[in-house]
């Protein structure tokens, strides 16, 4: 691999461990407003405790947790009217595999140009040859980590009908075993969940905490 690109390929790496952590929550986070409100969250099919004050509920999950209920109650800006819910998971990379595999497609992207260059009656000097490395570093780490990185479970958004101001939604979730197994003792992984009704919102995390 051409030393020049050594550099910024670990810039990338380090890059994608930042945006794996990340994942489902920060960046995807909607301000809360005034009138909506997250009023409680409960579970079923796992031990775990809501904090009321940070509408956060910790659910601690263990090698034999499959398939996960919450009840998430709401109040609502009115008494009856639409609700937006969307849940967005967490998502975890396998980035153990991620040098080797990583190798083998920077490897056949990179000679695949070349053969193609030549092919074509290109000239393969220092400047096409570098421009052919770095494009095949780019689409190699975008393809790795596309190719290793597992959500705990489908995210989704979906439209409802309220009445009486209230409204509890019933989250039932099965745990990808792929992304579950990637999950180191102690580790955690939070998902969102965002109601809506009209410009009114509220969050709440769901922490999923291996133990």
Do not use: C, R
Not at 11 to 26: E, R
Not at 29 to 36: A, I, N
Not at 167 to 174: I, M, S
């Amino acid at each position: 691999m051409p030393s020049n690109l050594k550099g910024w390929i670990g810039f990338l790496v380090i890059t994608i461990i930042i945006i794996g952590g990340a994942f489902g929550t920060s960046h995807i986070l909607k301000t809360s407003t005034s009138g909506t409100a997250i009023s409680g969250i409960t579970a079923s099919g796992v031990n775990g405790y809501y904090d009321s004050a940070n509408q956060t509920y910790v659910a601690n999950v263990t090698q034999s947790t499959s398939n996960v209920t919450f009840s998430i109650s709401m109040t609502l800006t009115s008494a009856s009217g639409a609700l937006n819910i969307s849940v967005v998971s967490p998502a975890i990379e396998n980035l153990s595999a991620f040098n080797s595999t990583f190798t083998t497609l920077y490897n056949k992207i990179y000679n695949d140009s070349v053969n193609q260059t030549l092919k074509n009656g290109g000239t393969l000097n220092a400047t096409v040859n570098a421009s052919l490395a770095e494009n095949a570093t780019i689409l190699a780490t975008t393809y790795a980590h596309q190719n290793l990185t597992y959500s705990m479970f489908p995210s989704f958004s979906k439209d409802v009908s309220f009445t009486g101001g209230v409204y509890t939604f019933n989250l039932t979730v099965e745990l990808n075993a792929t992304a579950f197994s990637l999950i180191t003792s102690g580790q955690q992984l939070s998902a969102v969940v965002n109601a809506a009704v009209g410009s009114s919102s509220a969050n709440a995390i769901i922490v999923f905490s291996k133990v």
